[in-house]
């Protein structure tokens, strides 16, 4: 069965440093992989997708990812990390070809300390 | 541009109550329509989905229905409110599956409506 896996429920990171979130997936082919942002209380803000082509994607705010097919990861990251970055991301994927929804990880609450 | 908008915002509910959330897209046609819940924990769990009017498919057996009464909206119903339909309701669309041979979920969400069952 298709999944997302994201391994760490909660992460704190200091300002300024640098930041990696998780994400595994488990799919027989290439999927389309996605990370979203929340703020507490918001809907879901898409931060950056892959579809094909270049492994290393960028997306809006400082945010980039990183497909590696060998380890079934679209990892996220952020050279330095601000306040505002404090928030919930999700991972997610789909297989494509169908209007079905989108599987989501459970994500990762990023907390940011001073 | 394309906008989505959720209604209410927050519901507080008694347990048996009905329940109709709205979900409306503007700026664009024919879009594919999700429903989603956000339990604390727990991800986002997708409930229904539409690809067109009058045409609704169901991921999970639930107190919930959903209909699609016009192109741009999506309506979440229950005839009677559970404890466990506490959570945080997303609505979400995407294009249509005539965008391309590659066609793709990249989904845009809405702000979500807080719905808390006591």
């Known amino acids: 069965a298709q999944s997302v896996t994201q391994p760490d429920i909660h992460i704190t990171v200091s300002e300024g440093a640098s930041l990696e979130l998780r994400c595994n997936y488990s799919y027989g082919a290439t999927p389309y992989l996605f990370w979203y942002v929340q703020s507490p209380g918001q809907g879901l803000q898409l931060l950056l997708k892959?579809?094909?082509?270049?492994?290393l994607v960028q997306g809006i705010k400082g945010f980039e990812a990183e497909f590696k097919r060998s380890q079934s990861s679209f990892n996220l990251r952020k050279p330095s990390v601000h306040w505002s970055d404090a928030a919930e991301y999700f991972c997610a994927f789909d297989s494509g070809g169908g209007a079905d929804g989108l599987t989501f990880g459970k994500g990762t609450h990023l907390i940011i300390q001073p | 541009s394309q906008t989505i908008h959720q209604w209410p915002a927050t519901l507080v509910q008694p347990v048996g109550s009905p329940l109709s959330l709205e979900c409306t897209v503007e700026g664009t046609s024919n879009p594919n329509l999700y429903w989603y819940r956000q339990a604390a924990g727990r991800g986002l769990q997708l409930l229904f989905y539409?690809?067109?009017?009058?045409?609704i498919s169901s991921e999970v057996p639930q107190n919930l229905s959903a209909s699609r009464p016009q192109d741009r909206q999506f309506i979440l119903s229950s005839k009677k409110l559970l404890l466990s339909d506490s959570g945080f309701y997303l609505c979400?669309?995407?294009?249509?599956?005539?965008?391309?041979?590659?066609?793709?979920?990249?989904?845009?969400f809405g702000p979500g409506t807080r719905l808390t069952v006591l």
């Open positions: 892959y579809f094909s082509g270049d492994t």
């Open positions: 539409s690809v067109g009017i009058g045409q």
């Open positions: 979400a669309w995407s294009p249509s599956g005539l965008a391309g041979l590659n066609s793709y979920n990249e989904q845009f």
